[in-house]
C-alpha cells in the first residue's frame, strides 16, 4: 500500500514536472524503496526519476534495480554519465552488471571507466561463474600487523567510505597473507600506541577464490558471519564476501532448485520480465522428454490390454496406484534434496537412509492399504480377491517408489549431477512405469490372468 502510494505521488509530481520538489521527497526515501517504485515504471519515466536523482543517491539506488532496468538506464546515458555510475559502484555490482551485457556495450564502459575501476572488474571477471571469487567484492580495509591502532584507525578514515564494510578489518603480512582479523570496536577501545599484531585475531577462518557460492552460504551460515575474507591458493587476500551478497545467493540457489524439481530449465530473468517465447524455450524441454518417456506407461497398459478385458474393472484403480506412487516418491525425493543442499546427508548415509525409507514406507503403505482396503469392502463391495490385488500393489508401490525417491538425488550428486533433476516429474515417470508392471504382475497371479 506504502509501494503504490509512493509511486503515484512521484507519477504526480513528474506530470507536473515539479522535479525540484520530486528530488527533494527521493532524498528522503530510502535507497532501496526508491528502487522497487522505479521498477514499476515505464521507460521513459524510469530514466527521468533517475537522472532527476541526487548524484550522491544514483549508484546505491542503481545497484538495487533489476538487471533489465539497467542495462536500458546504461544504454540510455551517455558515456561520461555511465561511466560515472559504473565507477560509484562496488566492483562485485559493476561485475554483475557487465557480465549480462553485450560484449560491445561492455567495452564501451570500461573504456570510459577509471583504471582502479577498469582493474577491479577484470581481475572479478576472471574467476569461475559462480565462484567465491566471482562475487567477492574488493572493497575492504586491510591493515598490516605492525600498524600501531592509530595508524590503523587513520586508515580507515582513508579507506572506509569506498569499503563495503569496516566492522572488520583485514591484517596482512608483507607478503598480502591473511594473519588475523580485527574488529572496529577493539581498535576503539584499545589503546593508541597498541601494535595490531598483537590484539588481531589469529585463527581467521577464510573462503577460496574457486569456492562454489552454495559452499560459500553453507559457510556463513555454519560461523554466523556478516562478511568473510577471500584468499587465493597461497593465502593471500583478494577479496570479501558480505551477507548480503549470501542472501543474493541463498534466492538464486533456491529458485533454480524449485524450477529444476517442476521440471523447468532455470532462468535469471524475474516471472513477469520473462517473454512467452522465452517461458516456452524454459519448460518445453523437459515436458517433451517426460512425454516421451511416459510412452512406456502406454506401452505397458497396452500389453495386458487382454487381462483388462477379463477384469475390466482394474483399469478404475490404475489412476489412484500411479499418483499414490508418484506422490510418495516426491515426498522421499524433497527430504532427500533438501538435505543434499544443506550438506547434511552424503553418500555414505544411503544405507541408512534406505533402512530409515524403508520402515517409513511399510508404516504409510499399511495404513493407507488398510484404509483402502476398507473402502473396497464396505464402500465400493469389490471381490475380495480384486480388493488384495488393488492393496498389496498400493503398499509394493509406495515402498518401490520411497526407495527410489530417497537414492536417485543421492546418486545424481554422486556422479556430479544436480540432485534437484531427479525431483517428483522424474521420479513420477519412473514410478508410474513400474506400479503399472507391479500391479499387472500381482494380477496375474492371484487373479489368474
Known amino acids: 500500500m506504502e509501494e503504490i502510494k509512493e509511486l503515484e505521488g512521484i507519477r504526480e509530481l513528474l506530470e507536473a514536472k515539479q522535479y525540484t520538489r520530486l528530488r527533494q521527497r527521493m532524498a528522503d526515501m530510502n535507497i532501496a524503496d526508491i528502487a522497487v517504485v522505479m521498477e514499476k515504471l515505464e521507460e521513459e519515466e524510469l530514466l527521468k526519476v533517475f537522472r532527476i536523482l541526487p548524484k550522491s543517491m544514483a549508484a546505491d539506488v542503481f545497484s538495487y534495480l533489476e538487471v533489465d532496468s539497467q542495462q536500458f538506464i546504461i544504454t540510455s546515458l551517455s558515456d561520461r554519465e555511465a561511466a560515472n555510475i559504473i565507477n560509484n559502484l562496488m566492483a562485485d555490482d559493476a561485475t554483475d552488471l557487465l557480465e549480462e551485457m553485450p560484449a560491445n556495450i561492455v567495452k564501451k564502459l570500461l573504456a570510459n571507466a577509471s583504471a582502479e575501476t577498469r582493474r577491479d572488474i577484470n581481475h572479478l571477471l576472471r574467476y569461475p561463474e559462480d565462484s567465491a ?10 591493515l598490516k600487523e605492525n600498524m600501531t591502532v592509530e595508524e590503523a584507525i587513520q586508515r580507515i578514515r582513508q579507506r572506509g567510505v569506498d569499503s563495503e564494510t569496516i566492522n572488520i578489518c583485514y591484517v596482512l603480512d608483507s607478503q598480502r ?12 577501545i584499545s589503546a593508541p600506541d597498541a ?14 577464490t574457486l569456492m562454489d557460492q552454495e ?6 551460515q555454519k560461523y554466523d558471519f556478516t562478511s568473510m575474507p577471500v584468499a587465493d591458493n597461497e593465502g593471500r587476500l583478494v577479496g570479501i564476501i558480505t551477507v548480503d551478497d549470501v542472501v543474493d545467493i541463498m534466492q538464486e540457489e533456491a529458485t533454480e532448485d524449485i524450477e529444476k524439481m517442476a521440471a523447468i530449465v532455470p532462468s535469471d530473468k524475474p516471472y513477469m520480465k520473462t517473454g512467452v517465447l522465452e517461458t516456452w524455450k ?24 487382454e487381462a483388462l478385458g477379463v477384469f475390466p474393472i482394474l483399469t478404475a484403480f490404475i489412476p489412484m496406484l500411479m499418483d499414490t506412487g508418484g506422490n510418495a516418491g516426491g515426498q522421499a525425493s524433497v527430504t532427500i534434496i533438501r538435505g543434499l543442499s544443506l550438506n ?8 541408512k537412509i534406505l533402512f530409515k525409507e524403508l520402515r517409513v514406507a511399510l508404516l504409510c503403505g499399511a495404513t493407507l492399504m488398510g484404509a483402502y482396503f476398507a473402502k473396497l469392502m464396505v464402500w465400493d463391495r469389490v471381490a475380495l480377491d480384486v480388493a488384495l490385488v488393488v492393496c498389496l500393489t498400493l503398499l509394493a508401490t509406495i515402498t518401490i517408489a520411497k526407495m527410489i525417491g530417497c537414492t536417485l538425488p543421492v546418486m545424481a550428486k554422486r556422479l556430479g549431477f544436480d540432485p534437484a533433476v531427479m525431483a517428483s516429474p522424474f521420479i513420477t515417470t519412473i514410478v508410474d512405469a513400474l506400479s503399472l508392471l507391479i500391479y499387472f504382475g500381482i494380477a496375474t497371479r492371484i487373479l489368474h490372468l
Open 215 to 220: 559452499e560459500v552460504a553453507r559457510q556463513f
Open 133 to 142: 571469487g566471482s562475487i567477492m567484492t574488493v572493497e575492504y580495509v586491510d
Open 344 to 351: 547434511e546427508i552424503h553418500y555414505f548415509d544411503v544405507p
Open 195 to 208: 601494535v595490531i599484531g598483537d590484539i588481531m585475531h589469529e585463527n581467521v577462518v577464510y573462503l577460496n
Open 282 to 305: 524454459k519448460r518445453i524441454p523437459w515436458l517433451l522428454l517426460l512425454m516421451i518417456s511416459a510412452t512406456f506407461t502406454g506401452s505397458i497398459i497396452t500389453s495386458f490390454e
Open 177 to 188: 597473507t591473511l594473519v588475523g582479523t580485527v574488529a572496529l570496536r577493539y581498535l576503539l
